[in-house]
């Protein structure tokens, strides 16, 4: 199957910033895609470049096999675009503001409704634009992505601003639009959106791709420690030492004590045998752990 | 419905919802048409006052039958005598030098101006009677030459005034605060041309005019301002449409140069006010210097008030307009480049 996104060797900048500095991705049909990086990384600027909102300064994006730059009419029907920062029109409400998008693609009114009420937003209908809270003109955005059905999605970190339960009901709509065929691209800061959506990720930095793969390959590939911790008090710093193997680091700060080990089966073999387990937590590597091995740096999203 | 019918409702609900741009394009040009329309004219006269300049024997042996018609007042200074008809505190002057008598009148008050000229008409005829060789002649005189009463001239000035500042500020603003809050970014990435986006524009805008000049023109034709419309008055209608398009060309051109909804209607404003005053949509040019009525003909508003009022007050041929409404489109059309040249979707 073909790849419907194409990106080749981008690079823009802006006076010294080099906001894009030579990135190259594809997407395939059909696939969830994540781009993640702190700010600034560069996530907005690679995703308008590939919208065809920005030019870039140099290098190639095919999207559905046609050039985005400058405004190419075949695509527009064909791709849903959230912006970072909500655009609506003045003084519309929630109601109105969906169904001119809808228009605008051919879409029926009726569409734009029901549209509005998978993002839960039937009981705002009425309220202008302008009044909306911060998650809710999220959400309205959004839906005014998806409105017209388009094959192919982007979103610049939609998970922005929602609430704990408006972003699940967001990730399962995206999971769901996701497996009924359509390719989704999105930005995120947060490291689990990223870990369960997403069938690849890219991690950015600085205007790079560091790595990109399946999120659970990137964790495996790392070489990464396992951490357990137990409760300051319920095994000695010495004690934990003797039982855990030589290269293991342990820490206690006063709360709980960590241990950092690469061979977790034995700790925590030796740990149950002891009846020391009060407190117990056991924490994977994560995405999180993959960006601080590549960049030497905590994430600070 | 269409890209372009939905765009125009957008932009139409947009701005009956905003209560200062409802308040900016009519209630507050309806302020000044009640404030120069209602305050001048407001001092009409009850009795037909006729100023009599010098000695006028006829009149003095008819007076006593004309005491209740009309008001003589007399004095010696015809120039101001002159100025007091224009004004509309009198009705007439008359002078008499030997047998010729002299009637200068005012037209503002239409049924005045013909009785009075009636009366004097039937006092000449009267002493002619008396005297066998008929002696005394009368010649009678607009006291305004061609200016007109206040709310007459008032009327297509603010109108054209309204409408422009309308145009450009719509457009001005629409354009600003759709880059500003990137509705004109999110439009590119949805299948619209830009006709369809600045046509929905231009259709709103005409609109609004259109609603403009029929509350205008309701409120001036009321019996307490009085505005008489000539026949050709229609013909306003296709001014009104040039003056929008020019208009909005200029607002988008203040559009393009902004950086903020603010500043997109303070250019509009520095260039829409100092032109209305110099064009003459608030004062007659009539009586400003040469070289002003000169240089005003570099505005197109100029123009288009010039157009508004032969064809509405006037009451000149429709035709006489078509001159004016062909330079109100060339204006527009040279400015509408330029601003299709400095057109930016997005601030980036
Ligand atoms: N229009 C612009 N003019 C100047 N600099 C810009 C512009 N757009 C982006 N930049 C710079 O390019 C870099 C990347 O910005 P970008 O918006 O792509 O980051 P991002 O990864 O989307 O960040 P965030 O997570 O905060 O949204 C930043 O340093 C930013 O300052
Ligand atoms: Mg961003």
Not at chain 2, 258 to 265: C, G, I, R
């Amino acid at each position: 199957m073909g790849s419907t996104i194409i990106v080749n060797d981008l690079r823009k900048h802006y006076g010294q910033v080099h906001a894009v500095d030579g990135v190259s991705f594809s997407v395939e049909e059909g696939e969830f895609f994540g781009i993640l990086g702190p700010n600034g990384a560069g996530k907005t600027t690679t995703l308008e470049i590939v919208e065809g909102l920005r030019q870039a300064d140099s290098g190639t994006v095919e999207v559905l096999g046609e050039r985005p730059w400058p405004r190419n009419h075949k695509l527009l029907t064909r791709i849903g675009v959230q912006l970072q920062a909500t655009s609506f029109f003045e003084r519309l409400t929630a109601r109105e503001q969906i169904r001119t998008f809808a228009s605008l693609y051919g879409t029926a009114p009726k569409k734009a409704d029901e549209m509005l009420a998978t993002v839960g937003l039937e009981d705002k209908a009425d309220t202008p634009a302008e009044k909306l809270s911060g998650g809710q003109a999220q959400r309205l955005s959004i839906a005014c992505a998806l409105v017209h059905d388009p094959d192919i999605v982007f979103l610049d970190e939609p998970s922005a601003a929602l609430d704990p339960q408006a972003r699940r009901n967001l990730w399962d709509l995206l999971r769901r639009l996701n497996e009924g065929g359509r390719t989704v691209v999105l930005t995120t800061h947060y490291m689990d959106e990223a870990e369960s959506l997403c069938d690849r990720v890219a991690i950015m930095d600085q205007g790079r791709i560091l790595e990109s793969g399946p999120p659970a390959a990137l964790v495996r590939g790392l070489d990464a420690v396992t951490r357990i911790s137990l409760e300051t008090g319920t095994i000695s710093v010495a004690k934990a030492a003797e039982l855990a193997s030589p290269d293991d680091v342990i820490d206690d700060d006063g709360v709980s004590l960590t241990i950092a080990t690469r061979t977790p089966a034995v700790v925590l073999t030796a740990l149950a045998e002891r009846r020391l387990l009060t407190g117990l937590q056991v924490r994977g590597a994560t995405l999180e752990d993959v960006f601080l091995n590549l960049t030497g740096r905590e994430y600070r999203a | 419905m269409t890209a372009f019918q939905s765009l125009s409702r957008a932009m139409l609900f947009g701005y009956l919802r905003d209560k200062s741009a409802l308040f900016f394009s009519i209630l507050f040009p309806l302020m000044f048409l009640v404030l120069f329309g209602g305050v001048f004219t407001g001092s009409g006269v009850s009795k037909s006052q006729v100023v009599q300049v010098g000695a006028v024997p006829v009149l003095d042996r008819a007076a006593g039958e004309l005491g209740d018609v009309l008001e003589i007042k007399k004095s010696n200074d015809l120039a101001a005598a002159q100025d007091e008809v224009k004004k509309g505190d009198s009705v007439a002057v008359v002078t008499q030098q030997g047998d010729a008598l002299r009637l200068y009148f005012s037209a503002a008050d239409q049924v005045r101006a013909a009785t009075v000229q009636g009366v004097f008409r039937q006092i000449v005829t009267q002493a002619n009677s008396v005297g066998v060789p008929q002696k005394y002649t009368l010649a009678t005189q607009q006291a305004e030459d061609d200016s007109l009463e206040v709310i007459q001239y008032v009327t297509p000035g603010l109108l054209s005034w309204a409408i422009a500042m309308g145009a450009a500020f719509g457009a001005a603003a629409t354009l600003v605060t759709w880059r500003e809050k990137r509705i004109l970014r999110r439009l590119r990435l949805a299948p619209v041309g830009t006709g369809s986006i600045v046509g929905a524009r231009v259709l709103v805008s005409v609109v609004i005019a259109l609603i403009q000049m029929a509350i205008f023109l309701s409120v001036a034709s009321l019996p307490f301002f009085g505005l008489q419309l000539a026949d050709a008055w229609w013909m306003a209608i296709p001014l009104i449409i040039a003056g929008t398009l020019t208009f909005m060309a200029i607002g988008m051109v203040a559009g393009g140069l902004a950086k903020s909804a603010e500043a997109a209607a303070g250019i509009s404003n520095l260039i829409v006010l100092p032109m209305a005053f110099l064009s003459g949509s608030f004062i007659p040019l009539d009586s400003a210097p040469g070289w002003l009525q000169t240089l005003s003909n570099v505005f197109p508003l100029k123009h288009l008030n010039q157009g508004m009022v032969d064809v509405m007050v006037r009451g000149q041929g429709a035709l006489t307009a078509l001159p004016e409404l062909g330079i109100v489109l060339a204006f527009g059309l040279v400015i509408g480049l330029i601003a299709v040249k400095i057109f930016r979707w997005d601030s980036i």
